[in-house]
């Protein structure tokens, strides 16, 4: 590894490294940035697969401007996985869709469903999410006391990607928002208990993979105004999306709309109880500033950490010599501290204008198809909470344990019953 001399441990391929406070993680990220923007690194050490079969190492990337450059640049692909390690292509592309397309299929595929996700779609639904959010928060009121992971964070998500999907029937709803939890949790112990973090992974994949044409079969006899109706109708080059590609989208919407929704609003409740002074300023005019505080919230603690690409060809990043064929894993939420970028960056400032992190990825082909509607979602959560449980108070969260997700297992808190 090419980060010797530094004075934290930087060893961000190891569990060891990732079971390390929140701030010393940070702190590690930080002296990469200023010391060894593109550093390599061995083999990541994999839940999901055993060490002989996870065999190469990867360039870690970890200045903004870097990782932006990277997002953009053709010449890094997603073909290949977009995880740090070797899974089988095959398998990561049934789950995950045009998230592992590079151009001209990745453009074709997005194509298709992009609109359904566009800020003025999102807009159209608003009350119906706000209501939702609404009901989910007003049965809790009355109990002064839960765990918002399970009772909120994890259900609006999963109930407004049920919406969308078009999934009307309760049982496949309960099914899908179930088998979206487990999609991100192989490493979670309520579920490795029973199954090895591949087989959990895979299991929630087929779950889904399987409501996905269950729904197409429904959908195709009677369509509706969902995105399931859309992609059994679309064709392309003259011919009908296959069974498989509607399945592998079905399985990456799930995915992608779930854990990355439910852990930022958990995170956003716990900073704003952390900072009493920003959760204050917050609540003197909710709606006339929580749109500039929840990209302050997302800068803080994006829910994705990294996602990797390929080298397609040799190329220089950051003044590192890139070989085709290299793995190269983008670092958002080192980015996001960047101080060449962001004024005081260890500062969480909810004012802070512009504000250019990368939450949502470093722009180009992947940027976020729902990032509207999961800044959508995270408002109207944060809304609901700060109205209708006033002194509404964290106790002990639960972190899950994650290079990829900044994740949250469990949120007790407690609230007085009016
Ligand atoms: C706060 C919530 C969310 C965050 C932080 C987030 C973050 C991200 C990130 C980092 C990427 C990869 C960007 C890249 O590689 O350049 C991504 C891709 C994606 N996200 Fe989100 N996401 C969120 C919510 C959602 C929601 C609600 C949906 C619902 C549809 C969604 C759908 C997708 C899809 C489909 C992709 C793949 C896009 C592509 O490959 O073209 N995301 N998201």
């Given at each position: 590894m090419s980060t010797a001399g530094s004075a934290i441990p930087t060893d961000i391929e190891t569990f060891a490294f990732w079971e390390r406070p929140h701030h010393e993680r940070l702190a590690a990220f930080k002296w990469l940035r200023e010391n060894d923007p593109v550093s390599w690194h061995p083999p990541a050490e994999s839940l999901l697969l055993p060490p002989e079969a996870n065999r190469y190492g990867f360039w870690a990337v970890t200045r903004h401007a870097d990782i932006v450059e990277a997002s953009r640049n053709k010449n890094f692909q997603s073909g290949q996985g977009v995880f740090m390690e070797d899974i089988d292509v095959a398998t990561v592309k049934g789950a995950l869709s045009f998230l592992v397309e590079d151009q001209p299929r990745h453009t074709e595929l997005r194509g298709i469903v992009q609109s359904a996700f566009s800020p003025a779609n999102v807009r159209k639904i608003d009350g119906w999410i706000r209501q939702h959010a609404h009901d989910l928060v007003a049965e809790m009121a009355p109990e002064g006391a839960a765990d918002v992971v399970t009772r909120l964070s994890k259900v609006l998500p999963g109930l407004i990607f049920a919406h969308y999907v078009g999934v009307t029937d309760d049982e496949m709803r309960d099914r899908t928002v179930h088998a979206a939890d487990q999609l991100g949790s192989w490493n979670d112990p309520a579920y490795t208990q029973t199954m090895t973090p591949m087989e959990v992974f895979g299991s929630a994949a087929q779950t889904l993979a399987a409501t996905a044409l269950e729904l197409a079969a429904l959908r195709r006899v009677e369509p509706g105004d969902d995105v399931v109706s859309w992609l059994v109708q679309t064709e392309f080059e003259g011919e009908r999306m296959t069974d498989h590609d509607i399945a592998s989208f079905f399985v990456l919407l799930s995915g992608a709309s779930n854990d990355t929704t439910g852990h930022a609003i958990s995170h956003s409740l716990i900073e704003l109880q952390r900072h009493p002074e920003q959760k204050a300023w917050l609540l003197e005019d909710f709606e006339g500033r929580i749109d500039n505080a929840v990209e302050e919230l997302l800068r803080w603690r994006p829910p994705i950490i990294h996602f990797r690409r390929t080298a397609r060809e040799d190329c220089t990043l950051g003044g590192a010599e890139i070989k085709a064929g290299d793995k190269v894993v983008l670092w958002y939420e080192s980015g996001n501290f960047d101080d060449t970028i962001f004024d005081d960056p260890f500062t969480l400032d909810l004012t802070r204008r512009p504000n250019r992190h990368l939450a949502f990825g470093?722009?180009?082909?992947?940027?976020?198809?729902g990032s509207a509607l999961g800044r959508q979602l995270l408002k109207c959560a944060l809304r609901e909470v700060y109205t209708q449980l006033p002194d509404f108070e964290i106790q002990e969260p639960k972190v899950g344990f994650s290079n990829i997700f900044n994740s949250m297992r469990h949120l007790p808190a407690t609230w007085t019953v009016s």
């Open positions: 470093g722009g180009g082909i992947h940027f976020c198809l």
